[in-house]
C-alpha cells in the first residue's frame, strides 16, 4: 500500500523540510510565538491534515491537532517540528530536502 503513495509522501516530507523552522527567540506577546519558521511548519502540517480530511486545530500558534474517528478514548502521538540550527559542513544546503542515492539530506530529516 505504501508504494502507491511513496512519492506523495516524499514531496510532503520535502515541503516540511525546506521550511527552516530554527527557534531564534521565543516571544510570548508575539502572533507566532516561537517564530516565523516554526510557525509555517506547524501551518504546513495542518495543511496536509486538512488536505487529506482529518479534522485539525491550531492552538494559538503554539502547538496543533491533526485528528480523526471519535469517541471518549484519545490516542496521542506528540512530534514536535523545530530543529536546531544547521551549523556548517552540509554536503547539500540544509533546508534543501535533497534526494541523492535514495537518501534525503536535509536538517531535521532523521
Sequence with gaps: MFEKYREDFIKDLQGLL???SVLT???ENSE???GEGIHQALQFMLDL???DNFTVKNVDNYA??????EGEEILGILCHLDVVPAGDG???PPFSATIEDGKIY???SL
Excluded: C, D, L, T
Design 49 to 51: 491534515g486538512k488536505r
Design 106 to 108: 536535509a536538517r531535521g
Design 25 to 27: 527567540e521565543f516571544n
Design 90 to 92: 552540509w554536503k547539500h
Design 32 to 34: 507566532y510565538p516561537f
Design 18 to 20: 525546506k521550511i527552516p
Design 64 to 69: 496543533g491537532h491533526i485528528e480523526v474517528g
